[in-house]
């Protein structure tokens, strides 16, 4: 299958650093990443009809990805999803994180992976290779850190690979921060798409959405999505989980074989008639509807606005607050050994 890759700038930094768009292409789908953030700025797949619908949300300059938050798009880490208090303890030692989510850390900190200029690493015919250096002592964590993610089209699907080393014992779990429409990025709310997560399990969280370290059976209540269910369908009922998030804000217990490439949701979009199938070897993913954009809308791509649940996430990663429940999958990556997990999204079309 032919593929052909491009580079063009984007926007300078108030730093002085340059960003760069990547777009790659083959003959079933094409994306464009920034190297702000590894973000993933459009995914143009073939619609019911053959024509070509980016279905995810983003912006059309860096000022716009520097201003406003939400993570459209983008890699982050050292560690994504919350952490407790902005602390842990890891042999013996306490670190103090940077707290950007009330009292809690969210997605990295202050700057995190998400707001960093990568370096292209390798771009070749069917993948681009983006890498960071994160030093010991940033944002809090211990360490030196590489890491790379790779975006890779093979046939219909794109596939995210994430690499990361440290030369001392540290946190880690990336993840990208896409919110998809599977309508188009300016076709309005995602209610109406139908979602499967083939999990029976999932991780309750508190008022700051911090994970409660119960690990609940999703029997019996609007967590329950192993069978296709319209995102709308239960979003709105009185259900703690959903009233304290304002919708669906949950990390899911996904797969029990970390490691293992496991398929572990699907999206179907009747309108668009586009289908998405989600693989990983990663052990959650939380699934996010987009509940706190603005009411009031925020621009996006293209002149369009963009409302809550305008789009949906599906953050392939560790489980939240890990390195406070024991219970938990361990997100502690050890020095000398390397973080390697793989994401990906394949799409297809209703009959």
């Known amino acids: 299958m032919e593929t052909t890759a491009s580079v063009r700038p984007f926007g300078t930094l108030e730093s002085g650093e340059e960003v760069r768009e990547i777009t790659l292409k ?19 797949v073939p619609n019911r009809s053959g024509e070509m619908t980016d279905v995810v949300l983003g912006y059309d300059t860096i000022e716009e990805y520097m201003a406003r938050d939400g993570y459209l798009g983008a890699t982050v880490g050292r560690c994504a999803n919350r952490i407790a208090k902005g602390q842990f303890s890891l042999n013996g030692k306490d670190y103090l994180l940077f707290c950007n989510d009330g009292n809690n850390h969210l997605h990295g900190g202050k700057v995190g992976f998400s707001h960093r200029v990568w370096d292209i690493g390798e771009v070749t ?57 599977l309508g188009g990025h300016d076709s309005g709310d995602v209610l109406k798409q139908k979602i499967s997560i083939y999990a029976e399990r999932y991780t309750p969280s ?88 603005e009411e009031t809308g925020r621009r996006g791509k293209n002149g369009a606005v963009y409302y809550p649940r305008n789009g949906f996430c599906l953050e392939t990663q560790q489980y939240p607050d890990a390195i406070h429940h024991p219970n938990f999958p361990s997100a502690v990556l050890k020095a000398g050994e390397t973080y390697d997990h793989t994401t990906s999204f394949v799409f297809g079309n209703l009959s």
């Open 26 to 44: 083959n003959e079933a789908l094409s994306f464009q990443i920034l190297t702000f953030g590894a973000t993933l700025r459009a995914l143009f």
């Open 125 to 181: 015919d069917t993948a681009v290779t983006l890498t960071l250096r994160s030093e010991d002592g940033e944002e809090g964590y211990g360490g030196n850190m590489t890491v790379s993610v790779t975006y890779e089209l093979k046939g219909a699907g794109l596939y995210l690979h994430y690499e990361a080393q440290s030369d001392q014992d540290t946190l880690c779990s990336l993840t990208n921060h896409s919110y998809f429409n």
């Open 206 to 293: 508190d008022a700051e959405s911090i994970p409660t370290g119960a690990i609940d059976p999703v029997a019996g209540t609007p967590m329950d999505l192993r069978t296709p269910t319209p995102i709308g369908a239960h979003i709105e009922e009185d259900f703690w989980q959903l009233r304290q998030a304002k919708g669906y804000d949950h990390n899911f217990a996904v797969n029990d074989t970390v490691g293992t490439m496991k398929k572990v949701a699907e999206v179907t979009c009747e309108e668009s008639g586009i289908s998405m199938a989600v693989s990983t070897t990663l052990p959650g993913m939380h699934f996010y509807t987009a509940n706190y954009i």
